[in-house]
């Protein structure tokens, strides 16, 4: 595959990526958030693909399918039988109001190409353009967290930094090494399942997982 044939794919899944972490922020149904961020997954496993051939990067190949079978299968699994056993089925509630969350978006990804720019000056590596989509993934999930009111889309806006940092170290280094990313996809797992625990147990105290809810009845006692 021709360098700048592949550049040119890692950037459009690249934007693909980012398209999806704003509509994760715009998003206000739950089985959408899942949906979106199942979307995510599987860009980032395909763009960590390409890169492992052009690159020879042999160990990418396994990233990649690490992060289409826990991203885009079970994690996603795991989320949908956890809202659906909670019967969440309202629309999710935000802090700060979606045309707001939207600019706050756009700034960090101005701010993200503004900070990388030197970066990608003087990097000679395939994926140099796509750091900067990397980094504002991380932030946008970061502002996924602080703008969500319920425990389960706050989990997703970590899961999502989370594909932001993998993103923005496939970008710069070409991925971390192999037994790093294993162990780092087994915390993961495990944090799934821990927070799946803590969420029931959760809903059966205080019958809500909206953190502001949690937050009034810790303050009335």
Do not use: C
Not at 107 to 129: D, K, M, N
């Amino acid at each position: 595959m021709n360098l700048s044939v592949a550049a040119n794919i890692n950037s459009f899944l690249a934007a693909l990526v980012l398209l999806t972490a704003f509509g994760m922020l715009v998003q206000r149904r739950m089985y959408g958030l899942i949906h979106l961020f199942a979307w995510q997954g599987l860009f980032l496993s395909v763009s960590t693909a390409i890169v492992g051939f052009v690159a020879g990067k042999h160990h990418l190949y396994i990233s990649s399918l690490l992060t289409l079978s826990l991203k885009v299968v079970l994690l996603p699994y795991i989320l949908h039988v956890l809202i659906h056993r909670l019967r969440i089925q309202k629309e999710v509630e935000t802090v700060v109001n979606v045309p707001l969350t939207m600019l706050i978006g756009i700034g960090l990804v101005i701010f993200s190409y503004h900070l990388t720019a030197p970066v990608r000056e003087l990097s000679t590596l395939v994926t140099r353009s796509t750091l900067a989509v990397a980094l504002a993934t991380v932030m946008i999930g970061l502002l996924m967290m602080i703008t969500r009111r319920h425990a389960v889309t706050q989990i997703i806006g970590f899961l999502a930094m989370e594909n932001g940092l993998f993103f923005a170290a496939t970008s710069a280094t070409y991925g971390m090494p192999l037994v790093v990313e294993l162990g780092v996809a087994l915390d993961i797992l495990i944090a799934a399942f821990i927070f799946g625990i803590f969420f029931f147990h959760i809903h059966t105290t205080f019958d809500s997982l909206d953190v502001e809810k949690m937050a009034r009845l810790k303050e009335s006692d």
